[in-house]
């Protein structure tokens, strides 16, 4: 049974970080062919958007335009886990932050057939 569970999340500053982490259970992040991994978030009255991919075969990554160069995505497979650095971070940054799984890499969040519970990322002053 495919589990993902994210933790990470919280208040912090404008300008500050947070690592956001997804730990994956039911499958094998070095044994997972040619699916996908991703980060979404969704904001009060929004709709969820797609905020980083990684492909599993290669380890590409691909991030929102709205996020490239201050979100990282990585992975331990020793852990089994998908991480999100995310830095300089904005108030228009606050969300509840959801990691997915499935068949295609991609920002479509229709592609995707699990998903954690989601963390809380808060950015106030």
């Known amino acids: 049974q495919v589990q993902l569970v994210e933790s990470g999340g919280g208040l912090v500053q404008p300008g500050g970080s947070l690592r956001l982490s997804c730990a994956a259970s039911g499958f094998t992040l070095d044994y997972y062919g040619y699916y996908g991994i991703a980060w979404f978030r969704q904001a009060p009255g929004k709709e969820r958007e797609g905020v980083s991919f990684?492909?599993?075969?290669?380890?590409?990554?691909y991030y929102a335009d709205s996020v490239e160069g201050r979100f990282t995505m990585s992975r331990d497979n020793a852990k089994n886990t998908v991480y999100l650095q995310m830095n300089s971070l904005k108030s228009e940054d606050t969300a509840v932050y959801y990691c997915?799984?499935?068949?295609?890499?991609?920002?479509?969040?229709?592609?995707?057939?699990?998903w954690g519970q989601g963390t809380q990322v808060t950015v106030s002053s």
């Open positions: 990684m492909s599993m075969n290669d380890g590409s990554t």
């Open positions: 997915a799984t499935g068949r295609i890499p991609t920002m479509d969040k229709r592609a995707y057939d699990y």
